[in-house]
């Protein structure tokens, strides 16, 4: 695309030419409240005030750093009592994966096809496309990919397997939500096995489908939740959390058994902190499922105007938009959106499906001004 970017404000971003474009990507899910939100911005220039670095994570008390675990905690639930800070979503994965090899003394494990979390060596490892992993070979052993909604696949936890990796909607698949009934099978099969069940909220976090996290709407406590894209509102933050009985385990055998120099970054804890206020105090987590629904009825309009029918998958403001699944035509219609000012996505394990994940706190009429360069864009 090539977009030279001036500056953003907003659902809004800026070329050099002064031309605007309707963001319905969020750089994937990152800008959950727009570019530049005024509380965050008030946030960041604040701390940028105070201070930037003065030690690595976890030697100072940082009062950022303290404020956001406790709104995670807040926002988690009761059983999530430690925060891990880290840089980035992938950097949180490692440490999860660290985390349920070390508590459990167990060396496998799962995660599922067309899952992604992340692109390191160890995160690479768990991402479910053979074409994105081979060419980094050799990752991790006892690695395993098992189907994503498929209860028979379940067969396969046993008690060699130290942590299961899953999203409560598969992101880059498409926006494909797991079935409630397939959630509970594999919780009650994580329980019975003693394997920890990891939910990677990384995209699906933070009010994103209509609740604070995936895995709450249908129910489901995990052992370790992984977050980070949307948390620092644009800022670089991630942060994985579960149980200081689980979590101690990072601190001994070797001491500081997980390590790092930036993540906490006070200036980026001050945004995510703002982020959540801001999300809390506006029950934007309610407003992507009324943004949701004026998406649906849009989409049903359109689909009887057509005569075919269209495909919407996923939850609140991550969902996934079909008309034909062939790729080709898929990236010419983006373009064509690009064009007319609206900047959608297609999946990186789904070309045929078109990305949609505005901010939450996307007006109606941006909404509808979207749908209709969607429309028409399509021919």
């Known amino acids: 695309m090539a977009l030279e970017v001036d500056r953003a404000e907003g659902s809004y971003i800026y070329d050099h030419r002064g031309k605007g474009y309707l963001d319905f990507i969020s750089g994937i899910s990152v800008s959950i ?68 090899k070390k508590v459990s003394g167990r060396t496998r494990l799962v995660s599922f096809r067309n899952a992604y979390h992340g692109g390191t060596q160890g995160a690479l490892s768990l991402l479910g496309s053979e074409m994105y992993r081979s ?11 098992l189907e994503y909604n498929d209860e028979a696949g ?52 933070l009010g994103r489908c209509g609740t604070w996290f995936g895995f709450q709407h249908d129910g489901i406590v995990p052992d370790v939740v992984v977050m980070a894209k949307g948390l620092g509102g644009g800022l670089p933050i991630g942060a994985f959390s579960a149980s200081s009985s689980m ?39 309610s407003r992507a499922l009324q943004a949701y629904g004026i998406l649906v009825e849009r989409v049903k309009q359109w689909s009887l105007e057509i005569g075919i029918p269209i495909q919407l998958s996923g939850r609140g403001l991550l969902l996934g938009l079909e008309l034909e699944q062939d790729p080709v035509r898929t990236r010419e219609w983006i373009a064509r959106c690009w064009e007319a000012g609206l900047l959608v996505d297609w999946f990186l394990f789904n070309e045929g499906r078109l990305r949609l994940a505005p901010p939450l706190n996307i007006s109606d009429s941006q909404l509808h001004d979207a749908m209709d360069i969607l429309r028409k864009a399509w021919g």
């Not at 008690?159 to 594999?186: C, D, N, T």
């Not at 790092?260 to 105090?281: L, Q, S």
């Open 135 to 145: 060419p980094f070979r050799p990752l991790l052993p006892e690695t395993y990919l």
């Open 154 to 205: 379940l067969d396969f936890l046993d008690e060699r397997v130290a942590g299961v990796f899953v999203e409560a909607v598969q992101a880059e698949a498409g926006a494909v939500p797991a079935q409630s009934g397939w959630l509970k099978a594999l919780e009650a099969r994580c329980r019975h096995f003693g394997i920890a069940l990891v939910f990677d909220e990384i995209q699906t976090g």
């Open 247 to 285: 979590m101690k385990h990072l601190a001994e055998d070797p001491p500081l058994g997980h390590l790092t120099t930036f993540g906490g970054n006070p200036v980026c804890a001050a945004a995510a902190v703002a982020v959540i206020e801001v999300i809390r105090d506006q029950d934007l987590a």
């Open 33 to 100: 409240l727009g570019h530049r939100h005024p509380k965050v911005h008030h946030a960041v220039t604040g701390q940028l005030e105070r201070y930037w670095h003065t030690m690595v994570y976890g030697e100072h008390v940082q009062h950022p750093q303290v404020r956001l675990a406790t709104l995670l905690h807040q926002c988690l639930g009761p059983s999530f009592d430690q925060v891990y800070l880290a840089n980035s979503g992938a950097e949180a994965i490692e440490g999860a994966m660290k985390l349920v």
